[in-house]
């Protein structure tokens, strides 16, 4: 069943344009502007490459894993055959959890970037309505056509790297990396914004669910992953090189597109790079969300997961207790990081959650060719496996290193993170150790 | 092919008669593409108007808005109800190609005829 050549060019197009949406976050660039407090020049950018590569490394293991399972949610099926059923569960509530931690961030830097247009905005109220309406969206059933994910998102880009370079037309040479940085730059500093970079490139590996056909995991889907890392690189890569020379703008610390919009175009690159954080917020929950509440409730239809969690409904088909439980678990984390000011605590939780979950693949991939090593694999990983152990041991340093970004943070991201990995293990205990359902009981008599 | 279509016909007999999967795909005009791993287990299902309304072999590049793909035993399994499809799904074993949407119309479906 082979799809003609333009159809399988537009579907490599949307893979790719998917991914790129799903990494540019309004949290990504707070994430950049933190980074720059530590690293600055070509340090910075040595720990953009550094995080872009182990993320490369890493897209060639998961379009493996995908070749392997096409269309499986990843995190569930990949670490359920490496590494068992509670091992796999632990991970998949954790990245539930996460989800949760990571709307309420993005809405926090999205209404951050907002309030430079209108600065009447509640940023509680307005943060909720924000979730609310996603959650409507998703219970609605309504999904954005692909197009328009591809329209958005190379728009964002174009704008991102436009701002970019046009900035550095604008300052001499001279001017880039002249911010000293505040310490030293250090292998420890080195490493702990590499696994802050990570968190620019995290979510691209949300499209192996995405194929339109075992075709698509032949080559499209995983090499679609590496081609969007590479686009993010140059995005990236622009906008930390661009707005390196910019940080002393206090004012936009956390929020380095805006600073550059403010010297490239004044008030009007200002809203234009608003504009981008709205682009960069919708093509983040747009892919993001709709994916998210359909694994919850597939978990939950397996009995692994509270049974409100499997609810659809029968007019709509559409699982509300899943996007219930998501959206609620939304609101919980917006209501207490705005609380509690808590947003650069759980942005790097956040971080450190994605670095392990990286880790974990890289593993699967490499234990899987032990255990199943006649599996059929349409797509195999040309990265060495002592490669790829390595960069999971990377990723695994960078998941503790991260916490430690801001010292004054750093029992507060360690608590919030042990909370997180602990708490999602023994739910996970608690969910395996539930009988099965009555089908999946039934099933050896079946065959 | 002459399980899976046995199969995919009293499913399609027990949808009909379901009143409340009609109402659930009522306004889903989709059609969904099984295919197993017999060299000829490859069956189109047309949903249309609320009700199952056909049943023919698929081609080999048949286009559809959903792709079921497993070995023929699992599908049985899956369309008679004995094994759980989100369960066979996040096993890897039934592979499923469709909107995040209609992945779930379609497990809503098995949901409301065996659960």
């Given at each position: 069943m082979r799809m003609s050549s333009a159809a399988s060019r537009s579907e490599f197009v949307e893979h790719v344009a998917t991914a790129v949406g799903m990494a540019l976050a309004c949290s990504g660039y707070a994430m950049l502007g933190e980074s720059q407090r530590l690293l600055s020049g070509g340090w910075l950018l040595g720990a953009v490459l550094a995080a872009g590569l182990s993320c490369i490394v890493l897209s060639f293991s998961v379009g493996e894993l995908a070749a392997m399972f096409?269309?499986?949610?990843?995190?569930r099926t990949y670490l359920r055959h490496a590494f068992g059923d509670t091992a796999s569960l632990a991970l998949t509530l954790l990245l539930f959890s996460l989800v949760g931690l990571f709307a309420s961030v993005e809405v926090h830097y999205f209404l951050a970037a907002a309030r430079e247009v209108l600065?009447?905005?509640s940023e509680f109220w307005t943060g909720v309505a924000v979730i609310v309406m996603v959650c409507a969206v998703n219970l609605v059933g309504l999904e954005a056509p692909r197009r328009m994910q591809v329209a958005i998102t190379a728009l964002l880009v174009l704008s991102l790297v436009g701002f970019s370079w046009a900035a550095l037309a604008q300052s001499d040479s001279a001017s880039l990396g002249r911010n000293a940085p505040p310490v030293p730059p250090s292998l420890a500093t080195f490493v702990i914004v590499s696994g802050g970079c990570v968190f620019l490139f995290t979510g691209f590996e949300w499209v192996t669910s995405m194929g339109r056909s075992p075709e698509s995991y032949r080559a499209r889907i995983p090499v679609a992953m590496p081609v969007s890392l590479c686009v993010l690189l140059v995005v990236i890569g622009s906008l930390a090189w661009a707005s390196d020379g910019l940080r002393s703008e206090a004012r936009y610390a956390l929020m380095p597109h805006l600073a550059l919009g403010a010297r490239v175009g004044g008030p009007l690159g200002v809203q234009c790079m608003v504009m981008a954080s709205l682009a960069s917020m919708i093509t983040t929950f747009n892919a993001g969300l709709m994916g998210a509440s359909r694994l919850l409730y597939a978990v939950s239809r397996e009995r692994?997961?509270?049974?409100?969690?499997?609810r659809v409904s029968?007019?709509?088909?559409?699982p509300y207790g899943a996007v219930f439980s998501l959206s609620g678990l939304a609101l919980m984390a917006h209501a207490l990081t705005h609380a509690l000011h808590a947003h650069g605590t759980v942005e790097l939780v956040c971080a450190a959650i994605y670095c392990l979950v990286y880790s974990a693949f890289l593993v699967a991939t490499v234990r899987l060719r032990q255990l199943r090593p006649g599996s059929p694999r349409v797509f195999r990983s040309p990265i060495p496996a002592w490669v790829q152990l390595l960069v999971a041991a990377l990723f695994a340093l960078m998941s503790c290193a991260v916490?430690?970004?801001?010292i004054r943070l750093v029992s507060a991201s360690v608590s919030v993170f042990m909370a997180a990995v602990v708490g999602s293990a023994l739910l996970a205990r608690y969910f395996v150790q539930r009988a099965p359902s009555p089908r999946a009981a039934l099933r050896p008599q079946s065959s | 092919m002459a399980e899976l279509r046995a199969t995919l016909e009293r499913f399609q007999l027990r949808v009909n008669d379901n009143a409340r999967v009609r109402a659930l795909i009522t306004g889903w005009d989709r059609t969904l593409v099984v295919r197993g791993t017999g060299p000829e287990d490859a069956l189109a299902v047309r949903f249309e108007g609320g009700l199952v309304r056909d049943l023919r072999p698929a081609m080999a590049d048949e286009k559809a808005e959903v792709i079921l793909h497993a070995e023929t035993r699992v599908l049985c399994d899956v369309f008679t109800g004995v094994a759980n499809p989100a369960q066979e799904f996040l096993e890897g074993t039934l592979q499923v190609f469709a909107s995040d949407r209609d992945q779930v119309k379609l497990d809503a479906i098995a949901l409301i005829l065996w659960d």
């Open positions: 096409p269309s499986a949610p990843g995190i600065p009447e905005l692994r997961f509270f049974e409100w969690g499997a029968a007019r709509r088909g559409t916490l430690a970004t801001d | -």
